[in-house]
């Protein structure tokens, strides 16, 4: 996709060094930074430089790349492959990526182990790219549905960001979007903002605004009366691990947007690569849910007056914070699933239908 008119992805390799869009500088400052250690990777994971479920198991990939450079020592890329999974708990995409790796890399001869690990570190991303354009020639058969019966923009509603920066290309619930868009379908998107981080307006305005795609940032509140007016046509967002049974574990936020929609009769939908499929977990109560630094809730950070990226404490000190990062929507408020397989069920049934 586009920044300032040029093609880019999220990650590549070049010259043993891993490079990033740095995530935490977007909107403000468009920054490339230099992953040259597996501790950088890891650290890109954790401070969220990379975030979005895909994107982070592909820099988990290359983070393994980056340690047998480091250290061609299969002891330690045992521990750092460890390091990695611990990182962030919540999106399985992390785990998937890590084990597959190492199911390549396990007992392979030194010499061969570096081209092993590298090209298994660009299938995982080429693969996700191919995933997600594929989500998007599915998905964007439903905006078209809208568009002929409506005769009129389609309103789409978002949460957090699942575009092509969680993605190394297209993105999950934004690819129908620009598949939509590259077709001529007037769309209109409704941003949440995404507290506490605001991926919705740091990061889904800002690449919808370098793609041309109409858009307004909402507050993460206002959906609901959007809804009950009738100015919301379907929504979709991502997801950071869905399991067989259809329960959906996302961004904070979701489950409200769910339950609103629900209510109003409105389309939610959500858009995902079967790496984020978790396979074994049945009971959603059992999904790791990440709580965060509390920081991320008392303290925003924007542009002064002199243009400066300035932190700001907006909350009372004394007061204490809670800041889980993800929800759970149950499958039977979610409309389908939308895979690189085609549109399901959110249901084991319908999963199992699309994977055999």
Not at 73 to 94: H, Y
């Amino acid at each position: 996709m586009k920044i300032e008119g040029k093609e880019y992805r999220t990650i590549w390799f070049e010259n043993n060094i891993v490079k990033i869009i740095d995530q935490t500088k977007l909107p403000h400052q468009f920054v490339i930074k230099d992953l040259k250690r597996v501790k950088d990777a890891i650290n890109a994971i954790k401070v969220m430089e990379v975030r979005g479920a895909p994107l982070i198991g592909a820099t988990a990939a290359y983070g393994l790349v980056l340690a047998i450079i480091e250290n061609n020592d299969q002891s330690f890329l045992k521990k750092t492959s460890e390091e990695l999974i611990n990182s962030r708990p919540t999106a399985i995409n992390l785990k998937w990526a890590v084990d597959r790796m190492m199911k390549k890399l396990s007992r392979v001869n030194s010499n061969e182990i570096l081209k092993i690990a590298l090209n298994e570190a660009k299938e995982i991303c080429e693969e996700d790219v191919k995933f997600c354009e594929n989500i998007g020639i599915s998905g964007v058969k439903i905006i078209e549905e809208i568009y002929n019966k409506k005769k009129g923009t389609v309103n789409i509603l978002t949460h957090c960001n699942a575009g092509w920066l969680a993605t190394i290309n297209w993105g999950t619930a934004t690819s129908p979007i620009y598949h939509a868009h590259k077709k001529g379908i007037p769309v209109h998107v409704w941003v949440d903002e995404t507290r506490p981080r605001n991926q919705g307006a740091n990061l889904t305005s800002y690449e919808l605004n370098e793609e041309e795609v109409p858009n307004t940032i909402i507050a993460d509140n206002t959906g609901g009366i959007l809804m009950q007016r009738g100015e919301v046509d379907m929504c979709i967002v991502g997801t950071d691990r869905t399991l067989s049974t259809g329960d959906v574990a996302n961004k904070i936020g979701t489950y409200l947007k769910a339950l609103a929609a629900y209510d109003n009769n409105v389309p939610f939908y959500v858009a995902l690569p079967s790496s984020t499929i978790d396979w074994d977990i049945k009971d959603f109560k059992d999904i790791p849910i990440e709580e965060r630094n509390s920081e991320e809730l008392s303290h925003v950070e924007g542009l002064d007056e002199n243009n400066n990226v300035k932190k700001v404490l907006i909350y009372p000190k004394k007061s204490k914070t809670m800041n889980l990062a993800f929800d759970i929507t149950p499958a039977k408020y979610i409309s389908g699933l939308i895979t690189e397989k085609g549109i399901c069920e959110a249901s084991e049934e319908g999963l199992g239908k699309l994977f055999k």
